[in-house]
């Protein structure tokens, strides 16, 4: 009964921890640790959320570029940022070659779920009720980005 525990609760691991596979940028779980905040890591490497309003980046208004937290990759420019009024920093595109997406059913739905192409990061969501030109709202977790001005 041991064993069958320990494996189910090895296999629970594996599936909340991203793949290290095709990642440019690929640390250990315990160098993860070392860099990033307690909700940092629990955003950006087990696929968490932080709590609306509670990121200063979601009043950034300057011109510059967000880039993610983990490997520093331009994501996010300002000047396709808008106030979605959700409480995250919210976004119409990200730049080019910037994301990956993939489908994520933990609630109740299929949503699209964002992380960081270069080091898997986990970013946030992208929903079809954006404004225009491009009717999506990328909505992303502050505490993976960091922002750069120009």
């Not at 921890?17 to 955003?43: C, F, Q």
């Not at 979605?84 to 920093?89: A, E, F, Y």
Request: net charge positive.
């Amino acid at each position: 009964m041991q064993r069958r525990s320990f494996l189910l609760s090895a296999a629970a691991a594996c599936l909340a921890t991203p793949s290290l596979a095709g990642y440019e940028i690929t640390r250990s779980d315990a160098e993860w640790r070392a860099m990033l905040s307690n909700l940092e890591y629990k955003v950006m490497r087990r696929e968490g959320t932080e709590r609306a309003f509670t990121s200063p980046l979601n009043d950034e208004k300057r011109t510059g570029s967000f880039v993610c937290r983990g490997c520093d990759l331009p994501l996010y420019a300002s000047k396709d940022k808008f106030d979605s009024g959700t409480g995250w920093p919210s976004f119409t595109r990200a730049m080019p070659n910037a994301i990956a997406t993939k489908v994520d059913r933990k609630l109740f739905r299929a949503r699209t779920e964002c992380h960081c192409r270069r080091c898997g990061s986990h970013l946030g969501h992208i929903f079809d009720d954006g404004p225009a030109p491009t009717g999506k709202r990328h909505c992303i977790n502050g505490v993976s980005l960091k922002f750069v001005a120009a």
